[in-house]
C-alpha cells in the first residue's frame, strides 16, 4: 500500500497529541536521528501510526504503545541489526531515566514493556 504525502499529512493532522505527546514532533525526531546514522532512505512512516485514528482518548496510549512494541522497535532492531546502542540512541534512551527506556540492555527481552504506557517515554525522545 503506497500512502501520499498528502494522506500522511491527514494521518498526522488526525493524531496530533496524545496525552501531551507531540506525535509530529516525535516522528520528526525519530526520522532525523535515524537519517543520521543510516542516510535518508531509511524513515519510520507516518502509516505506522493510522491506527490510533478513530480510537477513543482512553486507548490511545495503549495503541501507541502497542504501535512501538510491535511496529517500531523491530523495524529499528532491522535497521539497525539489532545493535541497542544505536536503537536506543533514536529513542532518546541514552538521555532517559531507566522507567522510560523502551530497550533494557541489561535484561534477555532488551524490552521494557512498562515504558511503552507512559507518555513522558514518548516526550522525552523529543525534549
Known sequence: MVISEGTSKKILNRIETIQNIDIKMLIKTINKRIEKQLGRDYKIGHSYFSSLIGKEKSELIVELGLVFKQKIIPLLFGYFK????????????????KEYRFIDKNHNSFVNDKA????????????
Not at 82 to 97: F, S
Open 82 to 97: 539489532a545493535d541497542l546502542n544505536k536503537i536506543a540512541y533514536v529513542l532518546g534512551d541514552d538521555r532517559k531515566e
Open 116 to 127: 511503552f504506557f507512559k507518555p513522558e517515554s514518548y516526550i522525552k525522545i523529543y525534549l
